[in-house]
C-alpha cells in the first residue's frame, strides 16, 4: 500500500489536508519539521500536532532541519538582501527544505508519497504529472513552487488543490479538530518584525538615509534607508511633487533611491536566470502567461530559453520587475512551465 507522508506545518491547512487524506483511507502519517531552533511555542505547537494526530489516528513525526535552513535558506537571503536585491526565501525553500530535504526524510521514513496543504494542483499533462494553479485565486500558491524540479510531481499530492480557503476553518471544526495557529504564515517565516530588526539582530546594520533622485538625475528628497522601498511602491515616499512619484529602482553602491512617475513604472521585457523548465519549452503555446510578483495578473510574453535563461518580452508592458523575486511561465490552463530568479 502506498505510504504519505503529510507536510505538517501546525496550521489549519495542513491539518484539513491531513484529515481529508484520511478520510479517503490513506495510509498516511504526519511529518513536521524545525525550520527553526525550538522555542517553547515551537514545543506547543509540536504538541498540539500530537493530539491532533491522535484524534485523527495517524503517527506523527518530527525533524530538525534548522541547521540546513540556516546555512541553505538564511544565510543567502541575507546575502541577496544586502546587495540589494529582493530574494523570495519561500520559494528556495519549496525547492531545498519542502520539496528537498523533507521530502527526502519522508522517504527514509517509508513514505512513497508526500502531500502538503498547498493550493496548488497536479495534473497529467503533455510532460507527465505537472503543477497547476490551485481553484481559489485567491490563495494559489503555485507561483512559490515554480522552483522545484518537475520530477516532484510524480510522487507529490496537493488535497486542497480544488478547495477554498474559507471552507477550512469550517471543515476542521466539523470534524473536531483544532490547529495550533489558525491565523495565515506571516510573510516571510524568519522574519518576525521587521527586515531591519531581524539583521541588526545578525548583526548587519543596513546604511541609513541617502538622496532620492528622479530617473533624469534630480535630487528631490532624502529616503530613510532603501531597506524600507521595493520597486514599484508609492507610499511612504513623503516627498511633495508635481505628480504621484513610484520607486523605479535602488542603487546599493550609491545608496541612492530611484524613483518616477507611474508611467516610467512599466517594463517591456524582463530576464530571469536559473531557469527551472517543468515543460519543454516546444510544448509552450506562442504567447504563454508570465507573472513576476505574487499578488500580480500574469501577463501575455513571448519568452525564449537561452541555456538556462528566460528572455521575457510583454506584450503589454507589465510593472518593473523586482530583481531576486520569481519569475514564472504558465499556459493559458494555469499549468507551471517554467519558473526563474529575475536579475
Ligand atoms: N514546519 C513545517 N513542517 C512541515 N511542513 C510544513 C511546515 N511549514 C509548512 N509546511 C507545509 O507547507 C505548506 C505551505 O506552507 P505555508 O507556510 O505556505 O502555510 P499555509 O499556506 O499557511 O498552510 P498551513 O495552514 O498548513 O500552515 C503547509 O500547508 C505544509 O504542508
Known amino acids: 500500500m502506498t505510504s504519505i507522508a503529510l507536510a505538517l506545518s501546525g496550521g489549519a491547512d495542513s491539518l484539513l489536508s491531513l484529515a481529508l487524506l484520511k478520510e479517503q483511507n490513506a495510509h498516511v502519517f504526519g511529518l513536521h519539521a524545525l525550520f527553526l531552533p525550538a522555542t517553547a511555542k515551537d514545543l506547543e505547537r509540536i ?35 544586502t546587495q ?56 494559489d500558491q503555485s507561483y512559490f513552487l515554480s522552483l522545484v524540479g518537475a520530477s516532484a510531481w510524480k510522487q507529490v499530492l496537493f488535497p486542497l488543490g480544488e478547495r477554498f480557503k474559507k471552507d477550512v476553518l469550517p471543515a476542521l471544526k466539523r470534524r473536531g479538530l483544532n490547529a495550533a495557529s489558525e491565523e495565515e504564515s506571516q510573510e516571510i517565516c524568519f522574519i518576525p518584525d521587521n527586515y531591519r530588526s531581524f539583521l541588526s539582530s545578525r548583526g548587519i546594520l543596513l546604511p541609513g538615509p541617502g538622496p532620492v533622485v528622479t530617473r533624469e ?28 512619484l513610484y520607486v523605479i529602482d ?12 507611474r508611467d516610467q513604472l512599466w517594463a517591456s521585457t524582463c530576464t530571469a536566470i536559473h531557469a527551472n523548465i517543468m515543460v519543454p519549452p516546444a510544448h509552450w503555446p506562442e504567447h504563454p502567461l508570465v507573472q513576476t510578483r505574487y499578488r500580480q495578473q500574469a501577463g501575455r510574453a513571448r519568452v525564449r530559453l537561452v541555456g538556462k535563461t528566460l528572455e521575457v518580452e510583454f506584450i503589454t508592458p507589465q510593472e518593473v520587475p523586482t530583481p531576486g523575486q520569481v519569475l514564472t511561465v504558465y499556459s493559458r490552463e494555469g499549468q507551471v512551465l517554467a519558473g526563474g530568479i529575475i536579475v
Not at 220 to 242: D, E, N, V
Request: a positive charge; proline letters at 5%.
Open 84 to 139: 540589494g536585491k529582493t530574494p523570495n526565501p519561500c520559494a528556495w525553500c519549496n525547492r531545498d527544505m519542502k520539496f528537498g530535504l523533507l521530502f527526502e526524510a519522508a522517504r527514509k521514513l517509508g513514505a512513497d508519497q508526500l502531500a502538503t496543504g498547498h493550493y496548488c494542483r497536479i495534473q497529467p499533462s503533455v510532460a507527465g504529472p505537472g503543477l497547476f494553479r490551485g481553484l481559489d485565486p485567491s490563495k
Open 217 to 244: 538625475g534630480k535630487q528631490i528628497g532624502t529616503h530613510q534607508g532603501l531597506w524600507r522601498y521595493t520597486q514599484g511602491q508609492r507610499r511612504g515616499l513623503k516627498i511633495a511633487y508635481a505628480h504621484p
Open 250 to 261: 535602488k542603487d546599493i553602491r550609491t545608496n541612492t533611491l530611484i524613483v518616477g512617475s
Open 47 to 81: 504538541s498540539n500536532l500530537r493530539t491532533q494526530c491522535r484524534l485523527l489516528g495517524v503517527r506523527l513525526e518530527t525533524i530538525d532541519l534548522s541547521d540546513a535552513f540556516e546555512k541553505q535558506i538564511i544565510q543567502p537571503f541575507i546575502r541577496a538582501y
